[in-house]
Nanobody, 122 residues
Framework: QVQLVESGGGLVQPGGSLRLSCTAT??????????MGWYRQAPGNQRELVAT???????TLADSVKGRFTISRDNAKNTVYLQMNSLKPEDTAVYYC??????????????WGQGTQVTVSS
């Protein structure tokens, strides 16, 4: 059972910045994590991809956040980060972390975090 623990959400004014963090924990049973990423869901909308990063560092960013958001990861810590700059009201949503990989048992896993609220408002 792999758990993803998120932190860093909150209320920020338009133009401000926030940094989200997400750490995968499984009592030492994680062999490797392939892709880690962030998704978001605003009220009344479907969950959408924000950014992903592979173990080797290949990044994918939604067009709506390019130039403003940066995704990075620390493989040694099983942690992914989302640096969000120049935030806009339309970035308001619950942000979910996602990760997939393999356990030492050689079973695959795919997990979601519990979500963290990001609100951009003056």
């Amino acid at each position: 059972q792999v758990q993803l623990v998120e932190s860093g959400g909150g209320l920020v004014q338009p133009g401000g910045s926030l940094r989200l963090s997400c750490t995968a924990t499984a009592s030492g049973s994680i062999l490797s994590i392939n892709t880690m990423g962030w998704y978001r869901q605003a009220p009344g909308n479907q969950r959408e991809l924000v950014a992903t990063i592979t173990r080797r560092g290949t990044r994918t960013l939604a067009d709506s956040v390019k130039g403003r958001f940066t995704i990075s990861r620390d493989n040694a810590k099983n942690t992914v980060y989302l640096q969000m700059n120049s935030l806009k009201p339309e970035d308001t949503a619950v942000y979910y972390c996602n990760a997939g990989g393999k356990l030492y048992s050689l079973d695959d896993f795919a997990s979601w975090g519990q979500g963290t609220q990001v609100t951009v408002s003056s």
